[in-house]
């Protein structure tokens, strides 16, 4: 199971996100604050962090600072979620270090595209499009398998 960080202060906000990645597939942490969010990588060490900017304790630039200055944390995918909407604001954030920027109120098709796009950046084996054995053999129904038991009864 893939594991998703949630940092946010918005316990409704929190609870939206965890609904959209649990329905995808995803296990969901939380984090209420900056510092808990970095106390939970170290030791949870989830694949992706999606980060609130307007957090206490530790706001969103000072925890994505820390994880890209930190040898051990720099790899980890950060997308921003904020309800920052004036322009510039998506410059500044990705130029701060995050990967990936959505907006509040959030577009779960956005969220998607996103997820996608950071997970299978880091996980190549994870490729949704590729067609599994199964669907191969609900386009080609019956034949194979009558002709194998036809085989069998000889
Ligand atoms: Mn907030």
């Known amino acids: ?9 918005n316990a409704v906000n929190r609870e939206l996100l965890r609904e959209l990645l649990e329905g995808r597939g995803y296990t969901v942490l939380e984090a209420c604050d900056g510092q808990e969010a ?5 030791e949870a060490q989830p694949e992706l962090l999606l980060m609130d900017i307007g957090m206490p304790v530790l706001d969103g630039f000072a925890v994505i600072r820390r994880i890209r200055e930190d040898p051990r944390l ?3 995918p950060v997308v921003a979620v904020t309800a920052y909407a004036m322009r510039g604001d998506r410059e500044k954030i990705l130029k701060s270090g995050f990967d990936g920027y959505l907006s ?5 098709s956005s969220l998607t595209e996103e997820l996608d796009r950071l997970l299978i950046k880091s996980r190549p084996l994870a490729d949704p499009d590729q067609i599994s054995p199964d669907q191969i053999n609900e386009d080609r129904p019956g034949s194979k398998a009558r002709s194998t038991s036809a085989t069998g009864g000889t």
């Open 1 to 9: 199971m893939i594991k998703v960080l949630i940092a946010e202060d």
């Open 38 to 42: 970095l106390r939970m990588i170290e």
């Open 74 to 76: 720099a790899p980890l």
């Open 104 to 108: 509040k109120p959030l577009n779960p």
